[in-house]
Structures are given as structure tokens and as C-alpha cells.
């Protein structure tokens, strides 16, 4: 890595740099919305206070653009979006910490499972430091890191405690309306049925227990979710990165030119690319991590 450069947030060393390369972290963000929609509150706030009924896909985007910038981008880009939340939070009035907390956990809770689910060789260890990394964008929206999970111990912890204040309401309803047939151009409806509502469903499979009873419908049993899973996150693999990576807004690319070519993020690579301060294995084989399934498949077995 350039010694000169600025690693951002997070930097090639970090968990996050690696996971939220792979393209799974797309059903992972459907994943989100379908689980942030299930706070009263929090949901009431989005659909009064922002864009997501006039424009929910401008809206979509520009989160996925802010996840992105934290992710990649510079230490200023990151403060400067991060600044840019808060006064919009402020402005808005849903600036509750409570509130924030649970959008920053259903976020977090997310990208994790969805990741090692889908067969991202991710230990423990490297969850408790993903979770943990995370504090650090928790505060640029706002909250105190003190008051945040540290832990996928913790994150458990947390949604053991909300759950009472979870319900699918009227307004969680309009947002699975529009998770399940999003307004497109009519030229866009074939698209529509036949990719985004496998990606939203299988999004909708991928949450916890409490969600599908909360919304009323059931979920094929947890193996076969899996296993679809897995088969759908390996096909979007097939993509080529060098692909994927170059659509706008480029965080990627970026952030490799900026640091150097061995910056290039891998979250199969093993052993890790970069030294970690914990010398504890943060990326490894299936077999051995704890919490994975990873389908039957070789696709993740690790070279000699």
C-alpha cells in the first residue's frame, strides 16, 4: 500500500474493506429494507420526512453511494458525507438515537449475514471485527460508538431487546409494496419480474424468524434459502470484478488507484493479503469457520 495515500475510514486492512466488495452485499442491502421497514417509528420518520415515495430509487442509490464513499473512499470523503447525514437528520427531526441505532444494526446485521450465508469464509473472530469496525460509520450518522454493538454478541443482544417494539404496520406495508413491484418504465417491467423480484424475495428469505412472522408470510426452510443463496451469489461472481466495480459511482477502482494495485479487495483470499493487528485468522475456510453454510460447493475451498 502507498505509504502517502489515505486509507479512509476503514482501509484494505479492515473486514469491511474486503466484504463489501462481493456483490452478494446487493441482496444484502434488500435485506436491510425489508428488516429496517419492521420499526414503527423509524419507518413512520422515512416515509414523512424523505424522498422515498417520489423518488425511492433516487433514495436507494444515494444510500448505496453513501455506504460506498464510507467504505472506500477518503477519511475527508467519509466526514464530509457522514456531515452531510447529520444535517439532514437534524433538519429533518430524525436525528433519534434510538432511531438511528436500529437503522445502523438492521444495516449491519444485514451485510454480515447475508455475506457469510452466502458462503463468504468469514470466522467469528472476523465477525466480531466487522461488527466492531462499524462503530466507526455508526458515528458519522450521528451516534455515540460507546452505545453501539461491538459484537455480534452484542448485535444479538440488541434485537433480543427491540423486538417488542417491532410490528408490520401500514407503513411497513408500503414498503414491501414497493420491495415487490418497484415503479419502473414499462420498458423495465420484463426486468422487474423476472430479476428483481427473485433478488427482493430471496432477500426476504434471507431474515430472521421474528421478520417472517411479523410480515405474515413464511420462508422456505433455512437450508434451502441457503442453498439458493448460495447459487444466486455465486452467479452474480460470475461477473467479473474489474465489471462490476467500474459501474458508477467507481468507489473500488478508486480506492485501488489511490493505494496501490495490492490494495485490490479479495474476500476469498487466504490468508489474508494484509497484515491484521488481531492475529487472529480473520478470513477462512468454511469448514472451519463457525455459522456457515456454505451449500455443499467447493467454491470456497482455499488452495493448498
Known amino acids: 500500500m502507498r505509504q502517502d495515500a489515505d486509507p479512509g475510514l476503514f482501509g484494505p486492512r479492515s473486514v469491511t474493506w474486503q466484504l463489501h466488495s462481493d456483490p452478494v452485499m446487493w441482496i444484502a442491502g434488500v435485506r436491510?429494507?425489508?428488516?429496517?421497514?419492521?420499526?414503527?417509528?423509524?419507518?413512520?420518520?422515512?416515509?414523512?420526512?424523505?424522498?422515498?415515495?417520489?423518488?425511492?430509487?433516487?433514495r436507494l442509490m444515494r444510500t448505496a453511494n453513501f455506504v460506498g464513499t464510507l467504505s472506500y473512499g477518503t477519511t475527508g470523503a467519509a466526514e464530509a458525507a457522514?456531515?452531510?447525514?447529520r444535517r439532514i437528520h437534524r433538519r429533518l427531526g430524525v436525528d433519534d438515537p434510538e432511531l438511528l441505532l436500529w437503522?445502523?444494526?438492521?444495516?449491519?446485521?444485514?451485510?454480515?449475514?447475508?455475506?457469510?450465508?452466502?458462503?463468504?469464509?468469514?470466522?467469528d473472530a472476523g465477525a466480531?471485527?466487522?461488527?466492531?469496525?462499524?462503530?466507526?460509520?455508526?458515528?458519522l450518522v450521528g451516534l455515540d460508538p460507546a452505545a453501539v454493538p461491538a459484537s455480534t454478541a452484542d448485535l444479538a443482544a440488541y434485537f433480543e431487546a427491540v423486538r417488542p417494539c417491532l410490528a408490520a404496520?401500514?407503513?411497513?406495508?408500503?414498503?414491501?409494496?414497493?420491495?415487490?413491484?418497484?415503479?419502473?418504465?414499462?420498458?423495465?417491467?420484463?426486468a422487474r419480474e423476472v430479476i428483481w423480484r427473485r433478488v427482493t424475495a430471496l432477500a426476504y428469505d434471507t431474515l430472521p424468524p421474528y421478520a417472517h412472522t411479523l410480515y405474515g408470510r413464511p420462508a422456505p426452510p433455512p437450508e434451502t434459502v441457503t442453498r439458493r443463496l448460495v447459487a444466486t451469489a455465486n452467479l452474480l461472481r460470475c461477473v467479473p470484478s474489474g465489471l462490476r466495480w467500474r459501474l458508477p459511482p467507481r468507489h473500488i477502482p478508486r480506492a485501488v488507484e489511490r493505494l496501490g494495485p495490492e490494495t485490490r479487495p479479495d474476500p476469498y483470499a487466504y490468508p489474508?493479503?494484509?497484515p491484521l493487528s488481531d492475529p487472529a485468522a480473520i478470513l477462512d475456510t468454511p469448514e472451519r469457520a463457525h455459522g456457515i453454510d456454505g451449500g455443499g460447493g467447493t467454491r470456497w475451498g482455499t488452495p493448498d
Open 32 to 58: 436491510a429494507l425489508w428488516l429496517q421497514a419492521l420499526h414503527p417509528v423509524a419507518v413512520r420518520g422515512v416515509m414523512i420526512n424523505s424522498s422515498f415515495r417520489q423518488d425511492p430509487w433516487g
Open 128 to 139: 466480531d471485527r466487522y461488527v466492531d469496525e462499524h462503530r466507526a460509520s455508526a458515528r
Open 103 to 123: 437503522v445502523h444494526c438492521a444495516e449491519t446485521d444485514s451485510y454480515l449475514s447475508v455475506a457469510r450465508r452466502s458462503g463468504i469464509p468469514l470466522t
Open 82 to 85: 457522514g456531515a452531510r447525514v
Open 169 to 190: 404496520g401500514p407503513d411497513a406495508r408500503t414498503v414491501e409494496d414497493f420491495l415487490r413491484r418497484p415503479p419502473v418504465k414499462p420498458a423495465l417491467v420484463p
Open 272 to 274: 489474508t493479503p494484509y
